[in-house]
C-alpha cells in the first residue's frame, strides 16, 4: 500500500474511477462493484485466497470481472493455481514490473522487505531476478558501468544475471553517469544492523517507522490532537542537515535554526511598503514552511530524548560498546538476563542475545542453554522456532568443540574453484556460519582504540554513527575495496567472510579514467537490507574521499524489522 501511495494516492486512483480500495486481509471482499482489481506480490497464498473469492462469487450467482496484476513479475506456479481451482478462465492476468521507488536523491528501494526472510531463510530465490532486473535497468539509464565488486551468494547470482541481460539486449553508447558497483549480501554483515542506531534519521526510523521515505508524527510530536504524514528527504531543509547528525548534535543545531529563523522574521520591521511587499512575496512562503518543519524535528527530537535518553538506554548502548570490544563479557551476559527477566521488550532482549552471538563467535552450551531458557520462560514457549531460524542464519548459534569444520573448510575452499564442486564449499559454509567477527574487527580496525575522546561533532571517522564504537564492516569492505581498486590484500578477510567475493570489469565502452567524473559515483547495492546508519556512513565516506554513493536497497531495514521478519514467521 504505501509503494503505491507514493505513485498514485486515493484522490488520483478515485480521478480513474476507483470506487474503493481495500488490503488483502485473506476474507470475503463485501463489494458491489462489477470488477475487481487484485495489485499483489507473486504469492500462492494470496492467489488461492483470490480463486475463493471468485468461487464464492460464482456460488453466489454474481457475475464479475477480475483483474489480476502481479508486482513485480509474474510467475508461472501463480498461474498453475488459478487453473488448479478452475478460474483460469475466469480471470486476466497482468505483471506491473514495479522496480525502483527513488526515496530520495541517493537512495532507491525495490520495496521488497520479503527479500530477506525469502531468500536468506527460505532459501528462495525468486527475488533474485528482480533485484538482477533494476541493475539492468540502471546500468542502460546510467551505464556502461566499468567496474563491478561484490561480496556473497546473491551478489554473485544477482550479477550473473545481470550480465546476461546486458549480454542479450542492445548496447546503446551514452555517456556513462555511474561509473562502479559495489553488490553487497545483508548477511556479510549482521553487527551493523543489530546496533542501537543513533543519528537522528535513524532514531526517527526506529520510534516511528519511516515507510517509503514517509513517516506519520502523531499527537505528542504535532502538540495538537491531529497526526501528520511528512515527507523525508533532502527537500525539508531542516531534516537534511540534521538527518547523518549523532543525535547529542540535533538540539544545539534546531536552536540555532530557530533563532536564525527569528532573526529573518524580525528583518520586516523598519521595511518600507516596496520591501514588504517583496519579504511577502520572496521570503515569507519559504520561512513559514521552514518555520513548520522546525516545529515537527523539535517535537520529534523531545518525544525521541524521552524514550532514549533514560538511565535504561544509556546501559543498554554501554552494553552494546562491551560486546563490540569484547570486554566484560560476563556483566553483558547479566545484563541480558535481567532484561530478559524483567520482560522488556522482546525484541530488543533478542537482538542483545545475537549481538553477543555474533561477536563471540556463538556462545558457550552452557550459556546457550540457560539464556535460551529465560527468553522462552520470559516470552513464551511459541518462540522456540525462532530460535531455530535464528541459527540458520547463524544470528544465535551454539559454540562447537574445537575449529576442525573451519580449518577442513578453508582447505576445501583453497582446492575448489571450478563451479560444479563449488557447491561442496557452499554446503560446508552453511554447515558452520561463524561471524569471525573478533578477526575481522582486527583486521579492519572497525573498534577505534578508545584511548582518546571522540569528539562526535567533528567526526573523524565512520565510527561516530555508533558514538565512535564501531564502523559497520559493511562500509569499511566498501572503502577498502575502492581505496586498493580489487580485493587483493584483502584474501584474509574474505576468507573470514566464507568467501563469494568477486571483481570484474564492467561492460565494454565504459571510460576508465580516473579524470572522468562518472568514476567518483558509486553504486552501492545492498542485498537484503540496509539501515539509515548505514546510509549516513557512506555519506560521510563520500564526503571525505571525493565520492558521490547512491545505494539502491531491497528495503531499509533496521534491528526490529529484521527480528520482526523472523518472529512473525512462526508466532
Given at each position: 500500500m504505501s509503494p503505491l501511495d507514493r505513485i498514485a494516492n486515493v484522490s488520483i486512483l478515485k480521478q480513474h474511477e476507483v470506487d474503493k480500495l481495500y488490503k488483502v486481509e485473506y476474507k470475503p471482499v463485501m463489494s458491489t462493484s462489477e470488477q475487481l482489481c487484485f495489485l499483489i506480490r507473486p504469492r500462492i497464498q494470496t492467489v488461492k485466497w483470490i480463486c475463493d473469492v471468485v468461487n464464492a462469487d460464482k456460488t453466489a450467482g454474481k457475475c464479475r470481472r477480475y483483474k489480476l496484476i502481479f508486482t513485480p513479475q509474474k510467475f508461472y506456479a501463480c498461474?498453475?493455481?488459478?487453473?488448479?481451482?478452475?478460474?483460469?478462465?475466469?480471470?486476466?492476468?497482468?505483471?506491473?514490473t514495479f522496480n525502483l521507488l527513488p526515496l530520495d536523491e541517493d537512495i532507491l528501494s525495490l520495496e521488497l522487505p520479503e527479500f530477506f526472510q525469502d531468500y536468506f531463510l527460505a532459501g528462495d530465490q525468486r527475488w533474485v531476478r528482480t533485484a538482477g532486473t533494476a541493475l539492468h535497468l540502471l546500468h542502460s539509464l546510467y551505464g556502461p558501468f566499468s567496474k563491478v565488486y561484490g561480496i556473497g551468494r546473491c551478489s554473485k547470482m544477482v550479477y550473473?544475471?545481470?550480465?546476461e541481460q546486458v549480454e542479450e539486449g542492445e548496447q546503446k553508447a551514452h555517456q556513462a553517469e555511474i561509473g562502479?558497483?559495489?553488490?553487497?549480501?545483508?548477511?556479510?554483515?549482521?553487527?551493523?544492523?543489530?546496533?542501537?542506531?543513533?543519528?537522528?534519521?535513524?532514531?526517527?526510523?526506529?520510534?516511528?517507522?519511516?515507510?517509503?521515505g514517509c513517516v506519520e508524527f502523531g499527537p505528542d510530536v504535532t502538540s495538537s490532537d491531529k497526526s501528520v504524514k511528512v515527507m523525508l528527504n533532502s527537500q525539508d531543509k531542516v531534516f537534511n542537515e540534521i538527518r547523518n547528525e549523532h543525535f547529542s548534535n540535533v538540539f544545539g543545531f534546531l536552536s540555532q535554526k530557530a533563532r536564525n529563523l527569528q532573526t529573518a522574521y524580525d528583518k520586516r520591521r523598519g521595511m518600507d511598503i516596496k520591501q514588504i511587499k517583496a519579504f511577502v512575496?520572496?521570503?515569507?512562503?519559504?520561512?513559514?514552511?521552514?518555520?513548520?518543519?522546525?516545529?515537527?524535528?523539535?517535537?520529534?527530537?523531545?518525544?525521541?530524548?524521552?524514550?532514549?535518553?533514560?538511565?535504561?538506554?544509556?546501559?543498554?548502548l554501554k552494553t552494546e560498546h562491551s560486546l563490540l570490544e569484547g570486554f566484560e563479557i560476563r556483566e553483558c551476559i547479566s545484563f541480558i538476563e535481567e532484561h530478559m527477566n524483567r520482560q522488556v521488550s522482546m525484541i530488543e532482549s533478542l537482538r542483545l542475545l545475537c549481538l553477543l552471538s555474533i561477536t563471540e563467535n556463538g556462545l558457550l552450551p552452557k550459556d546457550y542453554r540457560s539464556l535460551k531458557a529465560q527468553y522462552l520462560q520470559s516470552y513464551g514457549v511459541d518462540?522456540?522456532?525462532?530460535?531455530?531460524?535464528?541459527?540458520?542464519?547463524?544470528?544465535?548459534?551454539e559454540q562447537q568443540p574445537g575449529d576442525t569444520l573451519t580449518v577442513m573448510e578453508?582447505?576445501?575452499?583453497?582446492?575448489?574453484?571450478?563451479?560444479?564442486a563449488g557447491k561442496l564449499t557452499d554446503a560446508f559454509s552453511s554447515l558452520a556460519k561463524k561471524s569471525n567477527f573478533r578477526a575481522l574487527s582486527r583486521k579492519l580496525s572497525l573498534v577505534p582504540k578508545s584511548d582518546e575522546e571522540y569528539d562526535l561533532r567533528v567526526p573523524r571517522d565512520m565510527a561516530y554513527i555508533f558514538s565512535?564504537?564501531?564502523?559497520?564492516?559493511?562500509?569499511?569492505?566498501?572503502?577498502?575495496?575502492?581505496?586498493?581498486?580489487?580485493?587483493?590484500?584483502?584474501?584474509?578477510?574474505?576468507?573470514?567472510?566464507?568467501?563469494?567475493?568477486?571483481?570484474?570489469?564492467?561492460?565494454?565502452?565504459?571510460?576508465?579514467?580516473?579524470?572522468?567524473?562518472?568514476?567518483?559515483?558509486?553504486?552501492?547495492?545492498?542485498?537484503?537490507?540496509?539501515?539509515?546508519?548505514?546510509?549516513?556512513?557512506?555519506?560521510?565516506?563520500?564526503r571525505e574521499r571525493g565520492y558521490r554513493f547512491i545505494v539502491v536497497t531491497t528495503a531499509i531495514t533496521n534491528s526490529s524489522r529484521l527480528l520482526e521478519a523472523l518472529l512473525d514467521n512462526h508466532v
Amino acid at each position: 500500500m504505501s509503494p503505491l501511495d507514493r505513485i498514485a494516492n486515493v484522490s488520483i486512483l478515485k480521478q480513474h474511477e476507483v470506487d474503493k480500495l481495500y488490503k488483502v486481509e485473506y476474507k470475503p471482499v463485501m463489494s458491489t462493484s462489477e470488477q475487481l482489481c487484485f495489485l499483489i506480490r507473486p504469492r500462492i497464498q494470496t492467489v488461492k485466497w483470490i480463486c475463493d473469492v471468485v468461487n464464492a462469487d460464482k456460488t453466489a450467482g454474481k457475475c464479475r470481472r477480475y483483474k489480476l496484476i502481479f508486482t513485480p513479475q509474474k510467475f508461472y506456479a501463480c498461474e498453475a493455481v488459478l487453473e488448479e481451482e478452475g478460474i483460469f478462465g475466469d480471470v486476466s492476468t497482468d505483471e506491473w514490473t514495479f522496480n525502483l521507488l527513488p526515496l530520495d536523491e541517493d537512495i532507491l528501494s525495490l520495496e521488497l522487505p520479503e527479500f530477506f526472510q525469502d531468500y536468506f531463510l527460505a532459501g528462495d530465490q525468486r527475488w533474485v531476478r528482480t533485484a538482477g532486473t533494476a541493475l539492468h535497468l540502471l546500468h542502460s539509464l546510467y551505464g556502461p558501468f566499468s567496474k563491478v565488486y561484490g561480496i556473497g551468494r546473491c551478489s554473485k547470482m544477482v550479477y550473473e544475471l545481470w550480465r546476461e541481460q546486458v549480454e542479450e539486449g542492445e548496447q546503446k553508447a551514452h555517456q556513462a553517469e555511474i561509473g562502479k558497483v559495489f553488490l553487497i549480501d545483508r548477511d556479510v554483515d549482521f553487527v551493523t544492523p543489530l546496533c542501537s542506531q543513533v543519528v537522528y534519521e535513524g532514531l526517527v526510523d526506529d520510534i516511528f517507522r519511516i515507510k517509503c521515505g514517509c513517516v506519520e508524527f502523531g499527537p505528542d510530536v504535532t502538540s495538537s490532537d491531529k497526526s501528520v504524514k511528512v515527507m523525508l528527504n533532502s527537500q525539508d531543509k531542516v531534516f537534511n542537515e540534521i538527518r547523518n547528525e549523532h543525535f547529542s548534535n540535533v538540539f544545539g543545531f534546531l536552536s540555532q535554526k530557530a533563532r536564525n529563523l527569528q532573526t529573518a522574521y524580525d528583518k520586516r520591521r523598519g521595511m518600507d511598503i516596496k520591501q514588504i511587499k517583496a519579504f511577502v512575496s520572496e521570503e515569507l512562503k519559504g520561512l513559514k514552511q521552514e518555520h513548520r518543519q522546525l516545529s515537527l524535528h523539535i517535537g520529534a527530537s523531545e518525544s525521541i530524548m524521552k524514550k532514549k535518553t533514560k538511565q535504561d538506554f544509556q546501559e543498554l548502548l554501554k552494553t552494546e560498546h562491551s560486546l563490540l570490544e569484547g570486554f566484560e563479557i560476563r556483566e553483558c551476559i547479566s545484563f541480558i538476563e535481567e532484561h530478559m527477566n524483567r520482560q522488556v521488550s522482546m525484541i530488543e532482549s533478542l537482538r542483545l542475545l545475537c549481538l553477543l552471538s555474533i561477536t563471540e563467535n556463538g556462545l558457550l552450551p552452557k550459556d546457550y542453554r540457560s539464556l535460551k531458557a529465560q527468553y522462552l520462560q520470559s516470552y513464551g514457549v511459541d518462540h522456540l522456532f525462532t530460535f531455530v531460524s535464528l541459527r540458520q542464519l547463524g544470528l544465535l548459534v551454539e559454540q562447537q568443540p574445537g575449529d576442525t569444520l573451519t580449518v577442513m573448510e578453508s582447505k576445501v575452499g583453497k582446492l575448489v574453484n571450478d563451479k560444479t564442486a563449488g557447491k561442496l564449499t557452499d554446503a560446508f559454509s552453511s554447515l558452520a556460519k561463524k561471524s569471525n567477527f573478533r578477526a575481522l574487527s582486527r583486521k579492519l580496525s572497525l573498534v577505534p582504540k578508545s584511548d582518546e575522546e571522540y569528539d562526535l561533532r567533528v567526526p573523524r571517522d565512520m565510527a561516530y554513527i555508533f558514538s565512535g564504537a564501531y564502523i559497520p564492516l559493511s562500509c569499511k569492505l566498501i572503502e577498502q575495496v575502492l581505496e586498493r581498486d580489487s580485493w587483493t590484500g584483502l584474501e584474509e578477510v574474505t576468507r573470514l567472510l566464507n568467501g563469494h567475493e568477486f571483481a570484474a570489469a564492467g561492460s565494454s565502452g565504459a571510460d576508465l579514467s580516473e579524470k572522468n567524473d562518472a568514476q567518483r559515483i558509486i553504486l552501492v547495492m545492498f542485498l537484503g537490507g540496509c539501515t539509515f546508519s548505514e546510509i549516513s556512513a557512506l555519506r560521510f565516506l563520500g564526503r571525505e574521499r571525493g565520492y558521490r554513493f547512491i545505494v539502491v536497497t531491497t528495503a531499509i531495514t533496521n534491528s526490529s524489522r529484521l527480528l520482526e521478519a523472523l518472529l512473525d514467521n512462526h508466532v
